[in-house]
């Protein structure tokens, strides 16, 4: 059976950290170091790799910021904007008693 056109996005979401991130980035775009302080416990090497996949998703968008500021920030794109209800829900789901 051929994969469908949502297997790439649904590998990447399923690897450890990129809904993590995603959540992450509901309220707004972060510079590198705040999304890895906010994320706790994930490396610089595993961010940027995960970064980069959502980025090439077109989940996630990087920008360039002008001194003083200079640097990089990365924020939802339109396309991740519209599973924002989805994010907000996977951000606040517990698990019930079992």
């Known amino acids: 059976m051929p994969e469908s056109g949502a297997g ?3 590998a990447v979401l399923g690897s450890r950290w990129a809904l993590q ?3 992450a980035l509901i309220d707004g775009r972060k510079r590198f170091s705040d999304l890895r302080r906010a994320l706790g416990g994930i490396s610089a090497k595993v961010l940027t790799l995960r970064l980069r996949e959502l980025e090439a ?15 990089q920030a990365y ?7 519209s599973l924002r209800p989805a994010l907000r829900h996977l951000a606040d789901w ?5």
Do not use: F, H
Request: charged share 20%; no cysteine; net charge neutral.
């Open 21 to 23: 991130i995603l959540v």
């Open 94 to 98: 517990r698990p019930g008693p079992t």
């Open 57 to 71: 998703l077109s989940l996630v968008r990087r920008e360039d910021l002008s001194p003083p500021a200079a640097g």
């Open 8 to 10: 790439p996005m649904i």
């Open 75 to 81: 924020g939802l794109t339109p396309v991740a904007e």
